[in-house]
DNA sequence: TGGGGTTAT
DNA sequence: ATAACCC
C-alpha cells in the first residue's frame, strides 16, 4: 500500500518484538501464523499497537446489569421471581426476565404478541421511571467508590477506568504473587495468557476488579450483570455482551481484531447509529472490513471528516475516547406519549402532570435549573420520531422560589410552557398531538451564578437579604460543594 | 416502539 | 433548535 509506506515500516521493525511477545507461538506451533499476522498488520498499521511512546494503555471496564427493569421489579415484589416477567410501558414489552426470554419474549416486543407468545406472562407498568433511575444512580455511586471516573450510558450500564487502580495494585504486588496471578471470568476467544506481558498482567487485574465490582452490586444493591474488562470503552463494550447473563469477559490485545470481525454489519458497532448505517449502506459498506478497507478519502467526503475518521477508527476496534465522569445529570424531563391529543385544554392538564413530577425531582436535586424546554412529537404516517421543541430562560424571581412550595410556581411556569405551545403549534388550526414532554436543563448549583460578577451586586435581591436567607435554609441538608 | 439521556452542529 | 448518538 504505497500511501502507507512509512506506517509499514514501523511495523516490520516492530515485528520481532510482536511476535517474540505473541503467545500463540510456542515451540509445538508453527503453521497458522500468517493467517494471525494479517490481523497484526491491520493493527500497527492503525497505530493500534504502540509499545513506546504514545499514551499508556488504559484498562477500562464495562459493567451491564441483566435485564435492568425487571431485576427492580423483582426486588419490589419477590413473588414475582421464577415467573415469566415482562415490564410493560404503553402497549410495548420494553424489556423482561430470563424465563421470559426463554419462553420467546424479546425486549420491545409488542403486548399482543408477547402474551400470545406467552400466555403466563406476567405484566407489571414501568411508565414510571422513579425507582429506576433511583436504584441506576445507586449502581453508579457504588462503582465511584472503586474509581472516581464512572461514566453512565442510560440508566443500566457504566464504563470504569481502571487504570490507575490497577497500576496501585500491581506496585503493591509481591513477585511471587505475580507469577500466580490469574484471571477472573472468562477470556476472550479462549486465548493463551502470556504473564511475562504486562498488558495482560494488568487486565487480569482489572477482570479480578471487575468481579469485586459485579459481588459488591449483588450483595449490597441485590443486582446481575455483565462486565467487560478491555483496553478501550468501544472493546470493553462489545466484550461485556460475550457471555451472558451474570458473567464476565476480558479482552486480551492479540484477539481484538477477532472480536470486531465477529460482528455481522457495521450497525452493531456501537456509534454507529441508524442514520450512519443507512448512509453507508448506500456507499456498499455493510461488514466491518468493507468499512476497514474503504477510502477514506471518500468516506471523508460522505460523511464529514469528524464522522468518517472516528467511525473508520472504530472498525479497526480503536477508540480513544475518554471515560468521561458523568457526575449529576445536566437535565430532567418527563414525557408522556399517547393516541391522540388535540385540544388546548388537554396540553395544559398533561403539562401540569409532566410539570409536578419534575418540580419534585428538581427539589431533591437542590440544583436550579434555568432553561425550560417543550417538545411535541405530532401525528404523521412518515417521519414518526422527529419532534419539535421550544426553550426559554426560567425568569430569575420563578428559579429563586423552586426549592420551597412548588405551589407557587406550577401556575407561572405552566403559562410559560403554555406560550412555547402556541409558538409551536397554531392553535387556531386542528393538531394531533402524540407526544408531549417537559425538560428542565442548564442546571445551576443554588442561586450563585452571578457570585463575583458585576451583575451580583447589582442585583439587589441576591446580594442581601433574599440571600442570606436562602443560604441558612439550604445549608442544612444540602449536598452542594461549599 | 417507550421514557428517558448525551454531545455536536 | 435540531440532529445524531446511546440505553
Redesign the pocket.
Known sequence: NPGKKKSFCILLSQLPFFLKNCPLLRDDQQPEYIYFCFFACDALLHDQVVPEGGPPARVIVHVDLDCFYAQVEMISNPELKGKPLGVQ??Y?V?TCNYEARKLGVKK?MNVRDAKEKCPQLVLVNG?D?TRY?EMSYKVTELLEEFSPVVER?????NFVDLTEMVEKRLQQLQSDELSALTVSGHVYNNQYINLHDILHIRLLVGSQIATEMREAMYNQLGLTGCAGVASNKLLAKLVSGVFKPNQQTVLLPESSQVLIQSLNHVKEM????????KRLEALGISSVHDLQTFSSKILEKELGI?VAQRIQKLSFGEDNSPV?P?GP?????????FKKCSSEVEVKNKIEELLASLLNRVCQDGRKPHTI?LIIRRYSSEN???R?????PIPSHIIQKLGTGNCDVITPMVDILMKLFRNMVNVKMPFHLTLLSVCLCNLKALNTSKKGTIDYYLTPSLSTTSRSGKRSFKMKDSHMED
Open positions: 410501558q404503553k410495548l420494553v420491545l411508565e421511571l433511575r450510558l442510560g440508566f443500566d450500564e456501537p456509534g454507529i447509529g441508524y442514520k450512519t448505517a469528524s468521561t458523568s445529570p445536566q437535565s430532567f424531563s418527563e414525557e408522556d406519549s424546554r414518526h420520531c422527529s419539535e421543541s421550544r426553550q426559554c
